[in-house]
């Protein structure tokens, strides 16, 4: 069994729960989907990852020996990249599978992590790119506006879309075991539908969709065994729908808008019979 939350946004509580059902029910592996932190949040000394979540990991690896899980972590757009940096080095202690732009094995599946999202309001534009194309939608700000806490260079930043870096990152691979570990869920499905009907922008409508449509043509035309997604909380309330299916491709969104730790169980072997619950 494995488990996938995301967008727990440097919530003690969230992260306290995730740990006790590890203990609890010692699944094989558990995926981040990213939003890890809060950029509302005050900012501690050592910083929430270094100096809270990893301490937690080195403990609960001392606690459970050779049980416990292998961790498979993204960053996502509320968190700053200069935090990256100390995710790379807990990848290189063997503390957790930093994936972003990454594979890696595990057991006979194979595991593929990509941060990016497409333009959205907020002013963090570490981990925006542009979708398929440069268009920007209305209210959105670009990629090569607002900050960064990591520089990039302008012609990445102009020119690179998130379909260009799935394409690199998923080469001529077989896609028949991949798990799919993203932060944007696939456009125009009951995972990605934001808080939006109605609302307008400068006299024109504003896409309630708010997911990546690079990552839909993805799972059409490459059909992995299963994706998971965050990034829009509300989408599940909204839709009441949590999980879907693109071809052979079971979609799931594990972000929630309440206070709960939303953990999702699956069995790669049939991750159509996932399961959700509030904790």
Known sequence: M????????????????????????????????GDLLSISAAPEPAGFLAGRFLPMLRTLQLQMGQACPQFFMILGNDDPRSEEITLIRAHEEGLCHYMHKRHQDLDSFEVYGLSYVPPTPFRLKDWEMYDVSRYVDPGCISPEEGVRTVPLAQNEIKWKTIQSELSLLAGDNSMQNAIFLFHVPPYDTGLDRANLDGRQFEGVDIDPHVGSIAVRRFIEERQPLVTLHGHVHESTRLTGNWKTRIGRTVCINGAHDGPELALVRFDPLCPANATRELI
């Open 2 to 33: 494995f488990f996938f939350v995301t967008d727990l946004h440097q919530s003690s509580a969230r992260y306290k729960k995730l740990l006790s059902a590890i203990r609890a029910e010692r699944p094989r592996a558990v995926f981040l989907g």
